[in-house]
């Protein structure tokens, strides 16, 4: 079983920052691209970026320089880094993954919450 488990998000007023963490862990043997998607309330759910094992990123136009992803190979852990936070920024976000268990598949976070309001 894969559990991905994400944190790192609240109320933030506009123009801060937060930083999101997901943490693969249980039976997965080896990870390929991992991302963040959000859902905004009455909106369907977006990419916001991803990153290759490799290192390429990939991010939504509307977080273009705003937003960074990373991730830590060895800890099996994604990471975005997002400054300069607008309100159209508050949504649920979640964690993916593209992993190995018995055969690729797509895992998904619990969800946190991220709210940018003054």
């Known amino acids: 079983q894969v ?3 994400e944190s ?23 990870i ?5 998607y959000r859902q905004a309330p009455g909106k369907e759910r977006e ?6 094992r490799g290192g390429s990123t990939n991010y939504a136009d509307s977080v273009k320089g705003r937003f960074t992803i990373s ?3 060895g800890k099996k852990m994604v990471y975005l880094e997002m ?3 607008r309100p159209e920024d508050t949504a649920v976000y ?5 992993g190995l268990e018995f055969s ?4 998904w976070g619990q969800g946190t919450q991220v709210t940018v309001s003054s």
Not at 32 to 36: D, E, H, I, L, S
Not at 94 to 98: L, M
């Open 47 to 52: 990419l916001v970026a991803t990153i290759t």
């Open 94 to 98: 979640y964690c993916n993954v593209r």
């Open 71 to 73: 991730r830590d190979n």
């Open 104 to 107: 690729w598949d797509d895992y």
């Open 8 to 30: 790192g998000g609240g109320l933030v007023q506009p123009g801060g920052s937060l930083r999101l963490s997901c943490a693969a862990s249980g039976s997965i043997i080896s």
């Open 32 to 36: 390929r691209t991992m991302g963040w």
């Open 83 to 85: 400054n300069s936070l």
């Open 3 to 5: 559990q991905l488990v």
